[in-house]
């Protein structure tokens, strides 16, 4: 029943900016933690940032200072804001929310960075 749905990819400039939204149906709860992953070519899915329901937030190193990670908790939604983008964080980008042990994902939508 719970769908994750995840909007706003696109091709942007390097140094430009851009923020990927996640939209959950089909709930009736608060997810304990919400987040994004993203998965370029070639290489393994990595965590991005998340956020926990208290609205503790975590980043991955590469993306520190660059990128904000908000949710609403009424509405279950996530936002990932990224600005100073580089080539580098052309990736297919996942939500992913989490209640207990059971993780939720999303389909993933394109981030294209050009240089």
């Known amino acids: 029943q719970v769908q994750l749905v995840e909007s706003g990819g696109g091709l942007v400039q390097a140094g430009g900016s851009l923020s990927v939204s996640c939209a959950a149906s089909g709930t009736i709860f608060s997810f304990n933690t919400m987040g994004w992953y993203r998965q370029a070519p070639g290489k393994q899915r990595t965590l991005v940032a998340s956020i926990t329901n208290g609205g503790t937030t975590n980043y991955a190193d590469s993306v520190k200072g660059r990128f904000t990670i908000s949710r609403d908790n009424a509405k279950n939604t996530v936002l990932l804001q990224m600005s100073s983008l580089k080539p580098e964080d052309t990736a297919v980008y996942y939500c992913?929310?989490?209640?207990?042990?059971?993780?939720?994902w999303g389909k993933g939508t394109l981030v294209t960075v050009s240089s």
């Open positions: 992913t929310a989490k209640i207990f042990e059971r993780a939720y």
